[in-house]
């Protein structure tokens, strides 16, 4: 959407403002919710979001005499529009009672507040020597003014005003720009319950209903269901439980992601309900998205989508990236298994993790440095010796581009992560995706990078995918058929006459055409898909007999290694 322009005032008393705003000139889509951010001018670094999903607000809770800085923005399923110009509105001052002697009055407002500065001051210092956990919002915020660098408070109230609207206040005590937010690390937390709390609801599990389970994640059952919390609406939630006989580690690690997504506050980043500590089984509570995970659902609907679609999917992820950078946090992990995609096709990054990059995904692989990292996504400089950054989140962010533009191929297909890791090293790059516009495999060249400061910046690979977006004509140019070294699995084919034009026609050639049937009905119907067989596959498709499944899988190995001549070298 494009930012909002005009805004007016409406009742102003002493400790409140009162807004109204026209909708934005162009809001290119249905707005969802607008953020209001106002701070007392020359204050920025403590401001207050409140979010609404009218034109209206009511800020309240303001000093008198004051003048405060208003910002409006509308959000989008696409995301957040730019930030309006600021508005200064000013709150009316103290009113002057009718007394008989008005001009003690100023004097003993003056002293009253310098008394209880005062007194805040000496019970500031006194608390933060001692007791003061994170509860004790009064004394903690005092703590914030003796300790600016120690500190950082993210508290969350509902606004009395309109069931509708949600506020947030920050006070950011680090050193950094007006209103950027640095990610903290749950493990700079002596006690990792704090950060939980720190950074998370507790959700009372009487306010949970749970209704299936949609999947297994490392430590439990991932469930779909229902979160009702007092005073809102109904929400529909995915829930991850910690299963029972846990070990405290686990537990840490468990909640460890619910510290991070907390911190988060992002159209395409998951969002985080809350949690559930004080009963069992201990919960993390997310949004729901109900396309699951983004390279399932692009493997199911292969070739469904538009590329206008398909660039939006990336457009929203490349978003949710530059905010994550933006905040300091390094993924790790980025790879379509790891995105998730709502009913409006709006993809959200998930998988938030301390060590877990290590533990959990099935594709990390363990290197010969000990660390388990996901080869066929990770930086050859992360692999190398582990420098993670956002420079090589970039790289997977290519790799991500790749499996979004190919519908959830595997990226090189079934290449060992050895032969990944020597293809990279050489120079070789994955080739274009088929009906892929040059604009977007040359992204994902510049994202491949050797020299990772080469690489694009998020903030940039959004303003590219914008451009593309707003300008059509410039996707209609696809990688040139010819230039496209593909997965030539067919071209290349180095088995019996060369070229397979079909599954049948391989199967023939190795004289295994009896499984013809079989591998088409099982969705086999495709070389690209055929290349993707495992022997557990075999053995499900009933291929029993030892010699059939070696002479099937050692003509695809024979295959694959033509893969790595399908690759592009840089
Ligand atoms: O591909 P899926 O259906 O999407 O299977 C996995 C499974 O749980 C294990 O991670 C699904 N899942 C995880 N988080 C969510 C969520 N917030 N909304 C919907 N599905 C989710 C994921």
Redesign the pocket.
Request: proline content about 0%.
């Given at each position: 959407p494009s930012p909002v322009s005009s805004v007016k005032k409406g009742k102003i008393t002493k400790n409140s403002i009162s807004l109204s705003w026209q909708e934005p000139d162009r809001p290119n889509g249905i707005i969802l919710e607008y953020e209001i951010k106002y701070f007392e001018k020359d204050q920025e670094m403590s401001y207050t979001i409140i979010k609404s999903k009218e034109t209206t607000i009511t800020a309240d809770g303001l000093k008198p005499g004051a003048v405060y800085v208003f910002q409006i923005r509308a959000r989008t399923a696409a995301g957040y529009g730019g930030f309006s110009r600021r508005f200064e509105f000013e709150t009316s001052p103290v009113s002057v009672a009718a007394s008989s002697d008005q001009s003690q009055i100023p004097i003993i407002v003056v002293s009253v507040t310098v008394g209880v500065i005062l007194l805040a001051v000496v019970i500031g210092f006194l608390l933060s020597g001692s007791c003061c956990d994170h509860g004790c919002g009064w004394a903690s915020s005092l703590r914030a003014v003796a300790y600016p660098s120690l500190t950082w408070r993210c508290g969350y109230s509902k606004a009395k005003q309109d069931p509708e609207e949600e506020k947030m206040h920050f006070h950011n005590g680090h050193i950094k720009l007006p209103g950027v937010r640095t990610y903290i690390d749950p493990h700079t937390y002596e006690d990792p319950n704090q950060a939980v709390h720190e950074f998370a609801k507790e959700i009372e599990a009487s306010c949970i209903t749970i209704e299936r389970v949609?999947?297994?994640?490392e430590f439990g059952e991932?469930c779909?269901g229902r979160l009702k919390l007092q005073g809102k609406r109904e929400l529909p939630v995915?829930i991850?439980t910690l299963k029972v006989g846990y070990t405290e580690k686990q537990r840490r690690d468990f909640l460890g992601e619910a510290s991070i997504m907390g911190q988060f506050d992002h159209p395409n980043i998951?969002h985080l309900e809350g949690v559930v500590t004080k009963s069992k089984p201990v919960m993390i509570v997310?949004?729901?998205?109900?396309n699951?995970?983004l390279d399932?659902?692009l493997k199911k609907n292969d070739g469904q989508f538009t590329v206008i679609q398909l660039v939006g999917m990336l457009r929203g992820i490349a978003s949710g990236m530059k905010y994550l950078s933006d905040m300091g946090y390094v993924h790790r992990d980025l790879a379509a298994r790891n995105i998730?995609i709502n009913s409006n096709l709006v993809c959200k990054v998930?998988d938030f993790g301390l060590s877990r990059v290590l533990e959990d995904d099935p594709e990390a692989a363990y290197t010969t440095r000990g660390g388990k990292i996901p080869i066929r996504w990770t930086a050859p400089e992360a692999i190398a010796f582990r420098k993670f950054t956002s420079a090589s989140d970039v790289w997977s962010y290519g790799i991500v581009m790749w499996e979004v533009m190919s519908y959830g191929e595997r990226p090189y297909w079934e290449m060992t992560n050895q032969d990944v890791i020597k293809a990279v090293e050489e120079g070789y790059r994955l080739p274009s995706p088929m009906d892929c516009p040059a604009a977007l495999y040359q992204l994902m060249l510049d994202c491949w990078q050797k020299d990772r400061n080469s690489r694009p910046k998020f903030d940039e690979i959004v303003s590219m995918l914008d451009k593309l977006i707003r300008n059509p004509s410039s996707l209609k140019t696809l990688v040139n058929a010819s230039s496209r070294v593909s997965n030539l699995l067919v071209e290349h084919s180095p088995v019996g006459s060369g070229a397979y034009r079909s599954v049948g026609e391989w199967l023939e050639a190795i004289k295994m055409g009896r499984y013809t049937e079989i591998f088409m009905e099982n969705g086999y119907s495709s070389m690209d898909a055929v290349a993707q067989v495992t022997l557990e596959d075999l053995r499900r498709l009933g291929v029993t007999l030892v010699g059939h499944q070696k002479k099937i899988m050692n003509s695809l190995q024979e295959m694959k290694v033509q893969l790595v001549n399908g690759m592009v070298p840089l």
């Open positions: 949609i999947g297994a994640g991932v779909s995915a991850k998951i997310t949004e729901y998205m109900e699951g995970s399932t659902f998730l998930s």
